[in-house]
């Protein structure tokens, strides 16, 4: 088994700078690691290109033009680039624990996506990590919610990650993995969403509709989400309609997805 880290930004290179530098001491390297940028700044690209130098992991810039919020289009335009099996999917302000890609995979299941929690940090503390990065644990004083999930306990993860459930309720992409297979099945993430909205519970819901069961890993796989700004949520009324037509639909597919990156475009 192979693995992809598909990790999301828009030009907050000092946030991506942080969780490049948790993703290159990971217990467990992931095979390739792609930046699914939005229409990032010469700046983001600087911050990449220096990391690359340290590594001998695949870092690819999967770059695309800047044309507003398309998240949901920037990360098919990464999950197009991506030569390995199983792809894990997170955001450009997520620090990652030291595990984090080695818990993935040991919940990695065939016919089943997992999706995990995130670690809310306070302005205070987002600020030291990102001058002074350092060890994030669950007594830090910085942990704004969520301080629950930082805890981990790989025996206690193994026995409560099975539940199986059909809702997509508390889904966020933010700590998401999932078969490269299974994303290609549903047409990946649905391009219609522009602006801040609910395109990953869209995305898992054609992914149970399609038969693919869900995992909530509980004790493992743990990440700190940095402090920011909330997102516009000007597009919200019309995402959520997408959301909805999909639920009574009950659809599996989404005609305007990979399809779009049927063939593979070069990374920069």
């Known amino acids: 088994m192979t693995v992809s880290l598909i990790i999301t930004t828009y030009n907050w290179p000092k946030a991506l700078d942080r969780v490049l530098k948790s993703t290159l001491i990971q217990s467990i390297q992931p095979d390739e690691i792609i930046i699914a940028d939005d229409g990032s700044s010469e700046a983001t690209k600087h911050v990449i290109d220096k990391h690359r130098a340290k590594t001998n ?6 770059w695309q033009e800047d044309k507003g919020f398309r998240l949901s289009r920037s990360r098919n335009n990464a999950i197009s680039k991506s030569s390995m099996d199983y792809i894990i999917l997170i ?7 030291r595990h984090f ?12 996506f997992a999706v995990g929690k995130r670690v809310r940090l306070s302005e205070s503390m987002t600020s030291k990590q990102l001058s002074l990065p350092g060890e994030i644990s669950p007594f830090s004083k910085g942990i704004s919610r969520g301080r629950e999930h930082s805890i981990r306990l790989p025996l206690l993860s193994k026995l409560f990650s099975k539940t199986q459930m059909n809702s997509v309720s508390s889904i966020q992409s933010c700590n998401i993995a999932f078969w490269k297979l299974d ?10 969403f522009v602006g801040w909205g609910p395109e990953d519970k869209e995305f898992s ?6 038969g693919i069961l ?9 990440a700190f989400h940095l402090y920011h700004k909330e997102n516009s949520k000007g597009m919200l009324k ?17 005609s305007n ?7 593979t475009k070069p990374a920069l």
Do not use: P, Y
């Open 57 to 62: 992991i695949s870092i690819i810039h999967s």
């Open 91 to 97: 955001d450009g302000d997520m620090v990652l624990e």
């Open 101 to 112: 890609i080695a818990d993935h995979i040991k919940h990695s299941e065939r016919g089943f």
């Open 183 to 192: 994303a290609i099945s549903i047409n990946g993430f649905n391009n219609d």
């Open 205 to 210: 819901l054609r992914l149970l509709n399609n």
């Open 214 to 222: 869900r995992k909530n890993i509980k004790f493992s796989a743990i």
């Open 238 to 254: 019309v995402n959520t309609d997408i959301l909805a037509l999909c639920l009574a639909q009950k659809s599996n597919w989404c």
């Open 257 to 263: 997805g990979l399809n779009e990156f049927s063939k």
